[in-house]
């Protein structure tokens, strides 16, 4: 069970310290948004490139931008561990997966609420991780949207047939009071911001949501 928290909740003018204070996570979580694909603008390529430089934890990037097949390919030459792109954005998903793979990163497909599980179904083969949004992305903070539930389960058992390690990722309203339901459905790996990075005690928190994580895995 993966805990990856995302620094859009964290202090903007503290990076450094904000990801020292989640180092007992999996990976830091990097929403970089063009305010084209989705309506807000956060980060680009040169604050990416900082954060690999300093963080000490994998860097796990999320691309919400336009131009995606072009721009993608750049975010993985800085050797993060993981770049994510949207199927919605892609007008090439396959090689844009192999070229991510290809510049030494995985390679992740995300999708939106609205998008069907299908969509990201022939691409399966070139990826490392599949993300289920389940907010409308764009803005942190959003409660979990009950609705997109049945597509982490309906991923779970796609992945599960193709009989690919392919790792599933849940992004959008993730709570210490709903992880576990997430982990049972079959999401392997969380993104949590305002959870993780309210919490006085980071550590203790990723620490909580592991546990409660672990605990539907179980429940399996």
Known sequence: MRIHPSILSADFAKFGEELNSISSADSAHVDVMDNHFVPNLTFGLPVVERLQQ????????????ENVDIEGPKYA????DSVTFHVEASKNPKQLARNLRASGSK??????P????????????????LLIMTVEPGFGGQPLLQETLPKIAEAAKAIEA????IMLQVDGGVTELNVSELARLGADSFVAGSAVFSAPDRT?????????????????
């Open 204 to 220: 203790k928190q990723i620490e909580v949501l592991r546990k409660a994580a672990v605990a539907g895995l179980n429940n399996r």
């Open 114 to 129: 609205k998008t069907p599980v299908s969509e990201a179904m022939d691409l399966l083969a070139e990826l490392d991780m």
């Open 162 to 165: 193709a009989g690919k390690k």
């Open 54 to 65: 300093v963080s000490p934890i994998p860097i796990d990037v999320h691309l919400m931008i």
């Open 77 to 80: 030459d800085l050797g993060v």
């Open 107 to 112: 390679a992740a497909a995300a999708i939106k």
